[in-house]
Each structure stands twice: as structure tokens, then as C-alpha cells.
């Protein structure tokens, strides 16, 4: 399995969930897990896998997140399994449609992915976090459930 796990994070949460889903890809293939602002087109060829997360920044994704998927190539996912993640304050159902994950989603199906599974969201404390306790062992499972639902685990 070539899997990879590209984040955005601004206060240290997001990458924290995105290095345990990583870790938890290892112990079934090679995972690489890379900053958004580092992702080139290059780094989508040969991928199994492709799981995204940034923070929820206002009901939206981050300003500095959106430019760079229209720098991509169009199809550069070519029908490779997708998969997102946010990181967010705990909000009401009226307001969980409006998460970064849902938006990065749909990013990723334009590029050609296939999405295989429900984005997630993985919960902060405060503005700045910290996550709430249990989130990362949250993160692990739901990596589990990821590289099923691509056929890889």
C-alpha cells in the first residue's frame, strides 16, 4: 500500500490526527504523511490512498488551503480511494454540513478520487485546542476503517 496523509494545520491538532492516521497506514504499507503547502502533483502518482484534513475555519476550509487545489492538475487522483478529515469545535447538527471536511471532499472528487468513506471530524477543546481526550485513539479507528473501505486492511 502507498497511502498518504497531506494536512493543513495551524495550531498543531490537525497534524497530531493526521501523524496517527499515518502511523496507523504503516502497519499495513509505506505512508507518508506531508504538510498541504509541500503537495505537488507529483506526490499523487502511484497513491492508494489519499487522506486529507485541514481545520474548519469559519463553517468553511482555511483561506491559505483553498488556492492550492486549483493549482493541481485536473484527474490527478485518477480513481484513487479518498478519504478527508477536519478538526473543529463541537457544533449543533444544523451546523455540521459546514465542515472543511465535507469541503474537501468534493475538492478531491474533482481531482478524479473516489471518496470511500464519510468525512470525520475530530473535535478541539478551545480555538486552539487542545483535542478533546479520546480523539486520537478516534483517529486510529477510524484509520482502520478507512484502509477497509479501501480494500487494503
Given at each position: 500500500m502507498q497511502a498518504l496523509v497531506v494536512y493543513f494545520s495551524k495550531f498543531g491538532n490537525t497534524h497530531k490526527v493526521a501523524e496517527?492516521?499515518?502511523a496507523?497506514?504503516?502497519?499495513?504499507?509505506e505512508a507518508r504523511v506531508i504538510?498541504?503547502?509541500e503537495l505537488a502533483a507529483d506526490d499523487?502518482?502511484?497513491?492508494?490512498?489519499?487522506?486529507?484534513?485541514?481545520?474548519?475555519?469559519?463553517?468553511n476550509l482555511p483561506?491559505?488551503?483553498?488556492?492550492?487545489?486549483?493549482?493541481?492538475p485536473k484527474r490527478?487522483?485518477?480513481?484513487?480511494?479518498?478519504?478527508?478529515?477536519?478538526t473543529s469545535y463541537k457544533m449543533s447538527k444544523c451546523l455540521m454540513p459546514f465542515t472543511a471536511a465535507k469541503k474537501l471532499?468534493?475538492?478531491?472528487?474533482?481531482?478524479?478520487?473516489?471518496?470511500?468513506?464519510?468525512?470525520?471530524?475530530?473535535?478541539v477543546e478551545d480555538?486552539?485546542?487542545p483535542l478533546y481526550p479520546g480523539e486520537l485513539e478516534r483517529a486510529k479507528t477510524w484509520a482502520k476503517l478507512v484502509m477497509r473501505r479501501a480494500g487494503l486492511g
Amino acid at each position: 500500500m502507498q497511502a498518504l496523509v497531506v494536512y493543513f494545520s495551524k495550531f498543531g491538532n490537525t497534524h497530531k490526527v493526521a501523524e496517527v492516521i499515518g502511523a496507523e497506514f504503516r502497519t499495513r504499507g509505506e505512508a507518508r504523511v506531508i504538510n498541504l503547502n509541500e503537495l505537488a502533483a507529483d506526490d499523487l502518482r502511484g497513491v492508494d490512498l489519499l487522506v486529507i484534513g485541514t481545520p474548519t475555519h469559519r463553517m468553511n476550509l482555511p483561506e491559505v488551503v483553498r488556492p492550492i487545489f486549483e493549482e493541481l492538475p485536473k484527474r490527478a487522483l485518477r480513481g484513487a480511494p479518498v478519504a478527508a478529515f477536519d478538526t473543529s469545535y463541537k457544533m449543533s447538527k444544523c451546523l455540521m454540513p459546514f465542515t472543511a471536511a465535507k469541503k474537501l471532499v468534493g475538492k478531491l472528487r474533482k481531482l478524479g478520487g473516489k471518496k470511500i468513506i464519510a468525512p470525520e471530524t475530530f473535535f478541539v477543546e478551545d480555538r486552539q485546542g487542545p483535542l478533546y481526550p479520546g480523539e486520537l485513539e478516534r483517529a486510529k479507528t477510524w484509520a482502520k476503517l478507512v484502509m477497509r473501505r479501501a480494500g487494503l486492511g
